[in-house]
C-alpha cells in the first residue's frame, strides 16, 4: 500500500547522500519532495503542514548541522515524525477488571468488520484467551451465517441466536451474549454491528443503543484504508456521533495509496490499535507505530519478523537443527530436515511479504513481486518423490534415479538434478556459518573464522616481533600507520567497507545470487 510514498521518499534521501553538510536550500527542496510525496499519497493537508513544519525545524537545528552525517539524521528525523503521526507507541487492549471484556466492532458495510471479528477472535485465542463472537448484523443478506462460518474456520465459539436477513433485535442480541458469555465461561464477548454504505442517523442510533445495553470496554471503528479520504471523514462523523476507543485498519494490502493510515490518528486524536493486511485470518496483528514507519522508509520491520518465526519455530527444533550443521560438513543435515525447514517458513507466511520485511528490499520489491510462491512447492514435492534413502544421502541419486523422481514430481530431470546440488552448496555454507568460520568475513562475531583458525592467528600474532635494526624498524611502523590509516578510511568496525564503497561477497555467498 506504501509503495509510492516509500519510492519517493528513498530517491529523496538519495539525493542527500554523500553531502557533509546540508545548506538551507538543501533542507527545503527535501522538505518539498517530501510534501509532494506525502500529498500524493492521499494524506490529509493538515497532517501534511504540521508533519512538514516539524521536520523543516528540526532539520535546520543543530542537531543536523553538528551531525556527522546529515543525511541520515535527516532520514531519523523523518522517521521519529512518521512515527509520532501514527501514535506514538503501541496502544494495548483494555481489558475489564471482572469478566467479561467486550469488544464492539462498528463501521461502514463493506470496511471488512465480519472478517476481522473472526481474525480478532483468532488472535486473542492465541493469547490465552475464551473469545465469543455475537452476530448482531441482522440487517446485511447473510451476515450471521458469515460470521458462523468465519467463527469456525478461526475456531471460536459464536453467539448467533436470530437468523438475521432483517429478522431479530440486535440490541437484545447484544445484550443477551453477555449472559451467555458468563455462563460458558468466555472472558472476551466481541460484538459484530450492522454498517450502512453511508454514515446514517439510523446506523449512528443502533451502535449507539447497543452500546448504551453492553457498555463495551472497547469500541474499535473498523475503516476500510483503501477509500482514501473519506475513511477520515467517516471516523470523524462517528467519533462525533457515537465515539470510539480505537481504529482497526483493514485493506492494508490493497494498491491504494494508504494515505488514511497517515491520516486518520492526528485527525481524529484515536489510536490504530489493529491492522489487518491480507484475507487468511493469520494476516492480522496489532498496529506499531515504529515498525509501520520503518517499513515505509525501506528500513525493515525485523521485529515482526522475528516475532513470525518464534510462532513457527520451537527452540528444541531450532537447537536439533544447529546441532546437525554443526557436524562434520553438515552431513548429518538431510533433505527430510531442509523440506522441514522449508515447510516452517511456508506456514510464516508468503515469501515475499517476508523478504519485504527486510531492509532496503524496496529496491528490488519488482523481482519480490514477481516470485514465484509454488517453487516452493515444485521443490517439496522432488523431496517428497524420493525414497527415504534418497533423502538420507542424496549423493546415491544417479541418472535413473533422477529421471524416476522427475517423472513422479512433474518436472525435469535437470530441475532434480538442480535442487540436489543447490543443496549441497547451502548445507556448506550453513555448516561453515553454524561452526563459525566464514572465510572473506572478517570483523563479523561468528563469521570470522572458528576456533581453529582464531589459534593460528594467534600463534602467528605471537611469532611476530620488532626487528632489532632501527632502520628496519622504522619502516616496520611506518608500514603499520599506513594500515592503520587505510583500515580507518575504508572501513568500519565491522571490517565492511562504508557506505559508497564496493563491497565484495564471499564466494559462498556468490553462487546464490546469480
Known sequence: MFDTLSDRLSATFKNLRGKGRLSEADIDATAREIRIALLEADVALPVVRAFIKNVKERALGAEVSRALN????????????????????????????????????????????????????????????????????????????????????????????????????????????????????HDIVIVDTAGR???????MQQAADIRDAVSPDEILFVVDAMIGQDAVNTAEAF??????????????????????????????????????????????????????????????????????????????????????????????FTLDDFLSQMEQVRKMGSISKLLGMLPGMGQIKDQIANLDERDVDRTAAIIKSMTPAERQDPTII??????????????????????????????????????????????????????????????????KQRSGNPMKRKQQELEAAQRREAAAQGGNAFGLPQQGQDFELPDEFKKFMG
Do not use: C
Not at 501514535?87 to 462498528?106: D, N, S, W, Y
Not at 454504505?197 to 439510523?202: M, N, Q, R, S, Y
Open 197 to 203: 454504505l453511508g454514515i446514517d442517523a439510523e446506523m
Open 70 to 185: 546529515p543525511a541520515q539524521q535527516v532520514l531519523k528525523i523523518v522517521n521519529e515524525e512518521l512515527v509520532t503521526i501514527l501514535g506514538g507507541e503501541t496502544r494495548r487492549l483494555r481489558f475489564a477488571k471482572q469478566p467479561p471484556t467486550v469488544i464492539m466492532l462498528a463501521g461502514l458495510q463493506g470496511a471488512g468488520k465480519t472478517t476481522l471479528a473472526g481474525k480478532l477472535g483468532k488472535w486473542l485465542q492465541e493469547q490465552g484467551h475464551s473469545p465469543l463472537l455475537v452476530a448482531a448484523d441482522l440487517q446485511r443478506p447473510n451476515a450471521v451465517n458469515q460470521l458462523s462460518v468465519v467463527a469456525e474456520r478461526a475456531g471460536v465459539a459464536v453467539y448467533a441466536p436470530e437468523p438475521g436477513n432483517g429478522v431479530g433485535d440486535p440490541v437484545k442480541v447484544a445484550k443477551d451474549s453477555i449472559d451467555f458469555a458468563k455462563s460458558k465461561v
Open 398 to 463: 544417479n541418472g535413473s534415479r533422477r529421471a524416476r523422481i522427475a517423472r513422479g514430481s512433474g518436472v525435469e530431470v535437470s530441475a532434480v538434478k538442480s535442487l540436489v546440488e543447490r543443496f549441497f552448496e547451502a548445507r556448506k555454507m550453513m555448516s561453515r556459518m553454524a561452526q563459525g568460520g566464514m572465510p572473506g568475513m572478517p570483523g563479523i562475531p561468528g563469521m570470522g573464522g572458528g576456533p581453529g583458525r582464531q589459534k593460528k592467528q594467534q600463534k602467528k600474532a605471537k611469532g
Open 239 to 332: 467519533r462525533d456521533g457515537v465515539g470510539f476507543d480505537g481504529v482497526v485498519l483493514s485493506k492494508l494490502d490493497g494498491d491504494a495509496r494508504g494515505g488514511a493510515a497517515l491520516s486518520i490518528r492526528q485527525i481524529t486524536g484515536k489510536p490504530i490499535m489493529f491492522a489487518s493486511n491480507g484475507e487468511k485470518l493469520d494476516d492480522f496483528d496489532a498496529f506499531h507505530p515504529d515498525r509501520m514507519a520503518s517499513r515505509i522508509l525501506d528500513m525493515g520491520d525485523l521485529l515482526t519478523l522475528i516475532e513470525q518465526a518464534e510462532k513457527t519455530f520451537s527452540q528444541e527444533e531450532a537447537a536439533k537443527m544447529a546441532s546437525k550443521l554443526a557436524s562434520k560438513k553438515g552431513q548429518d
